[in-house]
T-cell receptor, first 115, second 116 residues
């Protein structure tokens, strides 16, 4: 069964460093998303992406965040200068086109630890 | 803005018994989707069941079923014949049908324990 793949599973970084979280969405999906979950809290939307541009972003997704689809398969989330409060689980999701197919499938997540 | 509320932080059920997890939501939209996602200790988000607001019939997936009450804005999940593998966090989520890349809005989750 096709699945969303995220790498790395765990990323440890120093405050102020840049990190790139990588995702390979399901191959025929056209819509891509990033969510984050701070430990013990609910899952929060960050950004959605379609046709090589951002469709929607939340208040969390400020100038230190960016997304990119550098090639036909990868979808990345970059955090330019990490803060302690960026420590969280980051989930990538993708969905297909069409009313009956627009279920968002999630990857296993990347745990980001900012020290 | 839409909100999703799960008022039960924790629930417990005995193996083979039935449990119902509650979810309410607030929206001014008439067309939307509702979901239940399961998050086991591995923290992966796994889709359990989906309901389309324009469908009156409640969705079912094997041992999982929902009670969708549109007027009351209520969307509960019933798990029948509970198994140890059902132990997880369960998140209720809302998605607008407007637009093609609309976000999921999640509740705060209910932790389900399954006991022998």
């Amino acid at each position: 069964e096709p699945e969303v793949t995220q790498t790395p599973s765990h990323q440890v970084t120093q405050m102020g460093q840049e990190v790139i979280l990588r995702c390979v969405p399901i191959s025929n999906h056209l819509y891509f998303y990033w969510y984050r979950q701070i430990l013990g809290q609910k899952v929060e939307f960050l950004v959605s992406f379609y046709n090589n541009e951002i469709s929607e972003k939340s208040e969390i997704f400020d100038d230190q965040f960016s997304v990119e689809r550098p090639d036909g398969s990868n979808f990345t989330l970059k955090i330019r200068s990490t803060k302690l409060e960026d420590s969280a689980m980051y989930f990538c999701a993708s969905s297909d086109v069409g009313r009956s197919k627009n279920i968002q499938y999630f990857g296993a997540g990347t745990r980001l630890s900012v020290l | 803005a839409q909100t999703v509320t799960q008022s039960q932080p924790e629930m417990s059920v005995q193996e083979a018994e039935t449990v119902t997890l509650s979810c309410t939501y607030d929206t001014s939209e008439s067309d939307y989707y509702l979901f239940w996602y399961k998050q086991p200790p591995s923290r992966q988000m796994i889709l359990v069941i989906r309901q389309e607001a324009y469908k009156q019939q409640n969705a079912t997936e094997n041992r999982f079923s929902v009670n969708f009450q549109k007027a009351a804005k209520s969307f509960s999940l019933k798990i029948s014949d509970s198994q140890l593998g059902d132990a997880a966090m369960y998140f209720c989520a809302y998605r607008s049908a407007a637009g093609t890349a609309s976000k999921l809005t999640f509740g705060t989750g209910t932790r389900l324990q399954v006991t022998l």
